[in-house]
């Protein structure tokens, strides 16, 4: 269960770091409501999953998750670039994040 929470927690930071863009530089109200709800939200779940994972893999999973959602809405959402060499280590950190799945099990 602590994976799902912290999976999950991934995802919100990958909300407010979004919603972050769409501030404006914390300039638009919805854009700023939605950062700081999905930021309390991330760091809540980042602290129940705390509670029985290691620290260490635990932010690394939950910052993983964050860079990953980041750059693919940022590549669909914001034309940002999609190349081979940033695909490759996108996947590395895929990698990386189930490694530390196992390993921690």
């Given at each position: 269960?602590?994976?799902i929470?912290?999976?999950?927690?991934?995802?919100f930071?990958?909300g407010?770091?979004?919603?972050l863009?769409?501030?404006?530089g914390?300039t638009?109200f919805?854009?700023?409501?939605?950062?700081v709800?999905?930021?309390i939200?991330?760091?809540y779940?980042?602290?129940?999953a705390l509670?029985?994972?290691?620290?260490?893999?635990?932010?690394?999973?939950?910052?993983g998750i964050?860079?990953?959602?980041?750059?693919?809405?940022g590549?669909?959402?914001?034309?940002?670039?999609?190349n081979?060499?940033?695909?490759?280590?996108?996947?590395?950190?895929?990698?990386g994040?189930?490694?530390l799945?196992?390993?921690s099990?």
């Open positions: 269960m602590e994976w929470i912290l999976i999950i927690a991934g995802l930071e990958t407010w770091a979004i919603g863009k769409y501030s404006n914390l638009r919805y854009p700023v409501v939605f950062t709800i999905t930021l939200l991330s760091m779940l980042l602290e129940r509670r029985t994972l290691p620290v260490g893999t635990a932010y690394a999973v939950w910052t964050g860079i990953i959602g980041t750059t693919v809405l590549i669909l959402l914001f034309n940002e670039s999609m081979i060499t940033r695909i490759f280590f996108i996947g590395l950190i895929v990698i994040i189930g490694g799945k196992l390993v099990a």
